[in-house]
């Protein structure tokens, strides 16, 4: 555990305990060699033990008393504060009583090392929770500080706040964007790794946009604002984390529930515990001691912290991963997660045309390159497509006429190139022959002889086949939804191994297909929706999770869900899906070991044979080792 990795406090308080926990074991050793109670003589011989351990006392346990004090006066009276400050004033009260009776004295020590092990379990939860937190600071530490705006011939510094929509902001090499906006000029590296836990720079150029939150790494940016800043990336993700402690799941609501109830209940045992075998016996010191020890027993500590920073060592370790999950109340639902619905395009598919096959006539390359000359000036996306697959200088010289419906015509002197679809090479006598697969048909002729065609279909994305396959592996049913045909929708579905698909739907239908998915499921089944369009907002909000790609989701549908992947890679589900299954496999451990062990020495204590030394490893050894096993879950994975 390095120092650098903790906090001032967290330094102050490992100092504390350290001091105290030296003067402790020199008091105690002294008193187990000499017995201190027997130092001087006479019926106040206990002050000096006490004082002694008094002060031990006071140091590592002054703030336990004033907080048990405040809460009391704010009418919170049954918590773990009260819980120490009875068991161990008991302790040194009984520790008195026997002092001043003239037997042994017994109970000094044993309070001070109630209090002493209590601040070790206060200090391994802060240190815990502190590394959980580191994971999600990250995120914090996207808050832009101050935006660069264009007014006038000056560049003000302003509160990002303050700049509206359409204004101009520069961003200099190292300055965080501070607001979404287009590249008006320059061309940068972008460190989006807090967005989207992505380690590799992404470029920017003149016409790009740029995402609030990502660090400018190598040269100045002017960028358009296009909105502001409490509509921003960085707003929105900000505000997602500071939110998402709100959202407790059951298991967490359960303690806090049974902490509520549980602490008085234990407190009246115990005081019946003191009272009724004491008035049987008369015996007031054994059973009064016997109650001490079942009230340090009894503190629910180890519940109700490590059950609470196990959620969130789960959602910081999936932050870590660029995964956001908006409260823990998901992260437990998604570990049920076994119905998944996908939108297709941008979700399963990249969201634009590539050229998919090329079927030559003739040579591969030459098709290829004919198609670039022809479409080398075109706007339109499969065009695009085209000119990209080429990607090397096109030959210039020709001119190039648009046939509207049908493709393009390119000519120089008597060189002819036809690029289109079949009405295309119907219309000029072109026998050609259609490939095979599914998606969009460019065909290219030259000079009236037949080239070769071009298939153009959407990319599948090449993470997708594997997660489907991951997914089906552990029994889930893989389902998509889409509006494009019949034929696309089926070839996508079975390239990827999908359970089932429904095509042809408009945003609408697809509510109702998983309104129907919904009312087939069992009552165990959790059902996830995966999409990305604003268009899929209302089917994230209907799902039992909503899972949104937002590294190129829309607002509304990152608002509307409940878990956001930040990179936009499908492989964030089956992590999230791991992280999930660890954090609940590690709630339900430390559920059954504390309670398990507090039973065991519950009765123990009761029945006398269990001593206040091992109620503190009751207590404070349980909710050490069940903090200990919580921290499990904010590992690699």
């Known amino acids: 555990m390095k120092s650098s990795s903790m906090s001032r406090r967290e330094r102050r308080r490992l100092i504390r305990i350290i001091v105290a926990l030296c003067l402790f074991a020199a008091v105690f050793i002294t008193d187990k060699a000499i017995t201190l109670g027997e130092v001087f003589h006479g019926p106040a011989a206990w002050v000096f033990p006490f004082c002694l351990y008094l002060a031990v006392y006071l140091i590592i346990g002054y703030d336990v008393l004033w907080r048990a004090a405040r809460n009391i006066a704010h009418g919170q009276v049954f918590d773990e504060n009260f819980l120490m400050c009875i068991a161990t004033i008991g302790a040194f009260a009984l520790a008195i009583y026997r002092g001043v009776s003239g037997t042994e004295i017994e109970g000094f020590d044993e309070a001070c090392a109630v209090l002493l092990f209590y601040q070790v379990g206060e200090f391994f939860q802060d240190y815990a929770t502190g590394r959980s937190r ?17 007014r006038g011939d000056k560049t003000e510094r302003v509160d990002p706040s303050e700049v509206r929509a359409g204004e101009v902001i520069v961003v200099n090499p190292g300055e965080k964007v501070p607001l979404d906006g287009t590249v008006l000029a320059g061309a940068s590296a972008l460190d ?25 790494l190598t040269s100045q940016l ?32 359960f303690i806090t529930r049974f902490a509520k109830y549980y602490t008085p209940a234990v407190c009246a045992v115990a005081l019946l515990l003191a009272v009724i075998p004491g008035l049987i016996t008369s015996d007031w010191s054994v059973w009064v001691y016997r109650a001490l020890s079942f009230l340090v027993v009894s503190c629910p500590c180890a519940l109700v912290i ?56 003739g040579q591969e390359e030459e098709v290829l390159r004919l198609a670039a000359v022809a479409e080398q000036n075109s706007g339109h996306p499969i065009a695009k497509s085209v000119v990209a697959r080429w ?26 190139i036809l690029c289109g679809n079949e009405k295309l090479m119907e219309e000029n006598g072109i026998s050609f022959l259609a490939p095979e697969g599914v998606g969009t048909v460019v065909y290219v002729a030259r000079n009236g002889q037949f080239a070769g065609s071009l298939l153009i279909a959407d990319e599948v994305k090449p993470e997708a086949a594997e997660v489907i396959g991951g997914l089906n592996g552990i029994g889930c049913r893989t389902v998509m939804l889409t509006g494009d045909n019949e034929a696309i929708a089926s070839d996508v579905a079975g390239r990827l191994g999908l359970s089932a698909y429904k095509a042809s739907l408009l945003p ?14 069992k009552p165990q089944d959790v059902l996830c929706f995966v999409g990305d369009g604003i268009n899929d907002a209302p089917v994230l909000m209907r799902s039992d999770i909503g899972i949104a790609m937002g590294g190129v989701g829309s607002d509304a549908a990152i608002e509307a869900s409940d878990i956001v992947l930040m990179k936009d890679d499908l492989r964030g589900l089956p992590l999230a899906k791991r992280i999930a299954k660890k ?9 059954v070991f504390s309670i398990a062990v507090k039973a065991a020495i519950l009765i123990l204590s009761a029945l006398g044979f269990a001593n206040m030394w091992v109620a503190v490893f009751g207590d404070v050894g349980v909710a050490v080792l069940a903090i200990l096993n919580a921290m499990r879950v904010n590992t690699k994975y």
Not at 134 to 150: F, T
Not at 307 to 333: D, H, V
Not at 583 to 591: A, G, K, L, P, Y
């Open 134 to 150: 580191k994971s999600i600071s990250a995120l914090m530490d996207i808050r832009p500080d101050y935006a660069n705006v264009l």
């Open 192 to 216: 989006t790794r807090a967005l989207t836990g992505e380690s590799l720079p992404r470029e920017a150029a003149e016409g790009e946009e740029v995402i609030s939150g990502s660090v400018n």
């Open 222 to 253: 002017t960028v358009k604002v296009n909105r502001a800043f409490y509509d921003s990336t960085v707003s929105k993700i900000l505000e997602l984390v500071e939110n998402a402690s709100e959202q407790k799941s059951r298991t967490e609501n």
């Open 306 to 361: 490590s059950i609470p920073l196990s959620f969130f060592a789960g959602i910081g370790a999936a932050s870590r991963y660029g995964i956001l999950i908006k409260g823990s109340n998901y992260l437990e639902k998604f570990n049920k997660a076994n119905v998944f619905v996908f939108d297709k395009t941008g979700t399963l598919t990249k969201g634009n045309f590539a050229v998919a096959k090329i079927a030559p006539a």
């Open 391 to 416: 990607g090397k200088d096109i030959e210039g010289g020709y001119t190039l006429t648009n046939i509207a419906g049908k493709g393009v015509r390119a000519e120089k002197g008597s060189d002819v």
């Open 508 to 521: 609408q239908d697809k509510v109702g297909e998983v309104e129907s998915l919904l009312r087939a499921k």
């Open 583 to 591: 954090t609940m496999r590690i709630v339900f451990e430390n559920i």
